[in-house]
DNA sequence: CGAAATCTTGAGTATAATCAAAAACGGTGG
DNA sequence: CCACCGTTTTTGATTATACTCAAGATTTCG
């Protein structure tokens, strides 16, 4: 089936608005992109490493990651993606995938062919700039995933991936009053950060113990944004968000 | 001053060259493209995070890094960079740098002024394509990078950053019957490995009791490249190399 | 309500860090 | 060519962070 959002909300469209005024011929391409609608329940591989896609997936809504596997059967995650996100436009360029994308929570996806892809991108070249520069972020994102897990300890390195998910999930509107819903298990975590999820959880309670969270299910509370920040050292300059959106 | 490279040893064109066949005209354009040569001594920063530089750099030879600081003043490297690579080219759509680049032996660069980047993509969409996809090759080697440090133990985790290098360098011509030239203190290692100075050394000595590398001065060998490749649980898919390089 | 997943706790272990000092190496200048 | 200096590599001893294993408590969901 095609898409049919209301304008607002597309979460592609809105993202792209977020960067740069857009004309109303290169909004009309954009809400005249075929996607092909889905929704994936928790826990499920949308594509895998080793694939050879010849369509990229919109994360419309729900949690993502995704991982590589080692030899030894050990999973990382290599990002977490959230609505608005693509996590494998890479492969419009690299044909073979080197990670695999998973479901955290149920997930409504939205699959855009890379022919269409590559039409939209021909005839809009502000459209390849913006798509080129998410993909610039993502590589932002992973090369402070590098520094959080070759060089912060326990805490820090917790409260940080918590920093950016909820600067993150601030910029597409979904935290309110430093309360945010993160359906992401300890064990997730556990993959995200490079630990064992009992170390995980001992550092949770670390963190609920020094008042820096606050957590009922799966929901996440900041009690002191400032505090949380300056336990993880966190510096959002590496997220490039744009001013009205950088809340951090 | 201006580039005057012999048309095979411009390494930017060599390696565009490497992906497909260049037209005439592209080719001229890139041979025409303004560079600005320059000789960098070792370990003197060429881009510091925070900048918001105009120009990118092209590695035209030497070894260079990128690396950011945490809080605590440790380093974390998140990339090492060869000739032909250009660490730098995000800074083209984002405008403000979050990680510097620094040498690591002598280097000889080449600055190139992101207008005339700028220009050269909107002429010829096929070259915006490759650069493209060369930044996404950099963010699929910073995944990699982060299941390395985040799910590798030692050993493993030396010789995948070894395994990774070889490849790399043999792409661009530098190995020769399993020998290269790595010159990459072990300081560096650790800081690219995300452990101390004191257990690389260790590891080291631990590769080289099972006859996996054999090392005098910088120069490194490479006895058996299948045994290394086992041991560093090395898969290259994810450097995207395309075939009559992909010699791994 | 019951089963499965997730979270929590404890005890013992392993990998890697830190600290400190010595040996080897590489480049420089006399 | 050799002595000297700074850097890099190496070694040893101790400590710390995080892992593993195992079991019990709690939550979630059908």
Redesign the interface.
């Known amino acids: 089936m095609q898409a049919s959002f209301h304008p607002d909300y597309n979460p592609l469209i809105r993202k792209l608005e977020s960067i740069f005024k857009l004309t109303d011929d290169e909004r009309q391409a954009l809400q005249n992109l075929p996607m092909q609608m889905a929704t994936i329940k928790e826990d499920q591989d949308i594509v895998r490493?080793?694939d050879r896609p010849s369509r990229s997936c919109l994360i419309v809504s729900g949690f993502a990651c995704?991982y590589?596997m080692?030899?030894?059967g050990?999973?990382?995650i290599?990002?977490f993606t959230i609505a608005g996100d693509i996590p494998d436009l890479?492969s419009l360029?690299?044909?073979?995938l080197?990670?695999s994308v998973s479901t955290i929570s149920r997930c409504s996806v939205g699959f855009i062919a890379h022919e269409d892809l590559r039409a939209l991108c021909?005839r809009y070249?502000r459209i390849?700039?913006a798509f080129?520069?998410e993909?610039?972020?993502?590589?932002?994102i992973?090369?402070?995933?590098?520094?959080n897990?070759?060089?912060?300890e326990g805490s820090s390195r917790m409260a940080h991936i918590l920093c950016e998910l909820i600067v993150r999930l601030k910029a597409v509107g979904l935290v309110e009053d430093d309360v945010c819903d993160l359906p992401i298990t300890q064990g997730e975590f556990a993959d995200a950060?490079?630990f064992s999820p009992v170390h995980v959880n001992r550092v949770f309670q670390q963190l609920r113990a020094e008042g820096l969270i606050l957590t009922q299910g799966t929901r996440l509370t900041i009690p002191d944004w400032d505090r949380l920040k300056m336990a993880a050292?966190f510096d959002p300059?590496?997220l490039?968000l744009v001013q009205e959106n950088a809340a951090a």
Chains 1, 2 share one sequence.
């Open positions: 490493e080793g995704a590589k080692t030899a030894h050990k999973r990382q290599v990002s890479q360029h690299l044909k073979v080197d990670s021909e070249p390849t700039a080129w520069r993909t610039l972020i993502d590589a932002a992973f090369r402070e995933w590098v520094v897990v070759g060089r912060r950060l490079g050292e300059t590496y490039h």
